[in-house]
């Protein structure tokens, strides 16, 4: 059994799962939100327009919220076949907070969610409306939960250790938040936003490029115009501020994101490079003098700590984290210029007319996704080498494994998950290639009815009492 090679596999295996999975939540928070926001105008303001876009968005909704929820479910088990130790030594505070997402949230997005899709004239405009909000207060819980969970690892609080050497709650209030919780949950729910408000700008982008007249189609547009002008910003001020806290909770974290290895005051914000975790120096580099100090200490000659001020084995890798954390903000930064064009062409009058603006949105539909690709991948990698940070390490987290076992389900993971998850992304990629138009059908009212039907007759059976 070669452990620290099993470990790695099990740590790319869960990064490949929750991959596939962190993007279907991050679409399907913000487009629940953004599916409330339609009807609530519909219902205020009695426009077909509204209601159209909403069943348009509907059909998308459903797959993305399948997709979710299914990998959520196969992440999970990792927990028990890879990191039983790691389970084991936080369940009494983890386990709870899970559960508690699965009895707030999850239940309740179930619970209304069938009334969301099919009970649009079923049930009343008011009464579905109800049902599509407790759905968006449903991903917020969720949300809300698993940040906490998350955030708990990077910064633990509220903990005791038993004898067996489990962590063990002794204050819920300080364990649900956590010194770092408040800003991760503000910076993910308005990362959501903004990758969804980008998907939608993109549709009804491309759809004004072939239609200009498409009233679907500049909705649209105009909604997710608005979003990226207002939300962007903010979103670069709160990640700021989540900075700042990571500085404070978990500065090797920020030098390695900022490529810093030697302690310094007045530190400069390095543009480019390339940190050499060998070396232990920032190869190449091109910066900007006292500007690190100044945005990390918001003094221009603020001492700055760099990785040399921990042991080896105690340092994140640099060289991803340098890189990942630039392609997100440089993503947020793109975000914004998007908004205040939309902004200056809508004062214009000319927000609507098919240019380079349109093209452009188009190209930057998948950028929300790979921003929280990124901020995940430098949040997660930055906490290493620890899984609770500064109290247990990944290497004593993880299960007993051989390799040959852990390579094999992670080649399976592979096949199945580009197999499943590659038709369902085509399907609503397909969706959102068809044109939206004026009386937008919803999806199919006799579904339920019928998928009821059939499952009757399955149970039944041919020779059932009352067929000949």
């Known amino acids: 059994m070669d452990l620290p090679l099993a470990i790695d596999l099990a740590r790319f295996q869960f990064a490949f799962t929750v991959s596939f999975h962190i993007v279907f939540p991050a679409f399907s928070i913000g487009l629940a939100s953004y599916l409330a926001v339609l009807e609530g105008l519909w219902l205020a303001t009695g426009r077909q327009v509204y209601i159209d876009t909403f069943q348009y968005w509907l059909k998308i909704f459903a797959v993305a919220f399948g997709m979710g929820v299914v990998s959520g479910i196969v992440m999970s088990y990792q927990f028990g076949t890879n990191w039983s130790v790691f389970s084991d030594k936080t369940g009494p505070v983890l386990g709870p907070l899970m559960g508690y997402e699965v009895l707030s ?7 209304f969610l069938g009334i969301m899709l099919f009970g649009l004239k079923r049930v009343g405009k008011k009464l579905h409306f109800a049902a599509t909000l407790m759905v968006a207060i449903g991903t917020f819980i969720s949300a809300f939960w698993i940040l906490s969970v998350n955030s708990w690892m990077h910064t633990p609080a509220g903990y005791a250790i038993n004898d067996v050497g489990q962590f063990v709650p002794a204050d819920w209030w300080a364990v649900v938040f956590n010194p770092s919780f408040p800003y991760r949950l503000v910076h993910m729910v308005l990362a959501a936003y903004l990758t969804t408000a980008f998907v939608v700008g993109a549709v009804g982008a491309l759809h004004l490029l072939r239609n200009r007249d498409n009233r679907p189609a500049r909705l649209m547009f105009s909604m997710a115009m608005w979003m990226a002008a207002v939300v962007a910003p903010i979103q670069i001020v709160a990640g700021d501020l989540h900075g700042l806290n990571t500085l404070e909770h978990q ?3 920020v030098a390695a994101m900022e490529g810093h290895f030697e302690s310094q005051e007045g530190a400069p914000l390095y543009l480019f490079g390339w940190p050499d975790m060998e070396a232990e120096e920032t190869k190449y580099a091109i910066g900007i003098p006292k500007l690190g100090s100044l945005i990390l200490t ?30 997100m903000v440089a993503i947020g930064f ?10 200056w062409r809508r ?10 603006l349109h093209r452009l949105a188009i190209v930057m539909g998948p950028s929300g996704f790979v921003a929280v690709l990124a901020g995940w991948v430098t ?19 993880a299960s007993p494994m051989d390799v040959p076992a852990v390579a094999t389900s992670l080649i399976a993971f592979i096949v199945v998950y580009f197999l499943v998850f590659g038709a369902g992304v085509y399907y609503v990629l397909r969706s959102m290639n068809a044109a939206p138009h ?16 059939m499952a009757q007759a399955g149970a039944a059976g041919p020779g059932a009492p009352g067929e000949e």
């Open 105 to 111: 949230a999850f239940f309740l997005e179930a619970g």
């Open 251 to 253: 500065p090797a974290k």
């Open 298 to 327: 918001h003094d221009l000659d603020g001492a700055v700590q760099g990785l040399k001020d921990w042991p080896r084995e105690d340092r994140p890798n640099a060289t991803v984290l340098f890189w990942t954390f630039r392609l």
């Open 334 to 343: 793109a975000m914004v210029g998007i908004g205040l064009w939309a902004l």
């Open 347 to 356: 004062w214009r009058g000319t927000l609507y007319e098919p240019d380079l």
């Open 379 to 397: 949040t997660e990698m930055g906490r290493q080498p620890w899984t609770v940070y500064g109290l247990l390490r990944t290497a004593d987290s």
């Open 438 to 453: 004026d009386n937008e059908p919803g999806l199919n009212e006799d579904e339920p009815v019928r998928a009821a039907g």
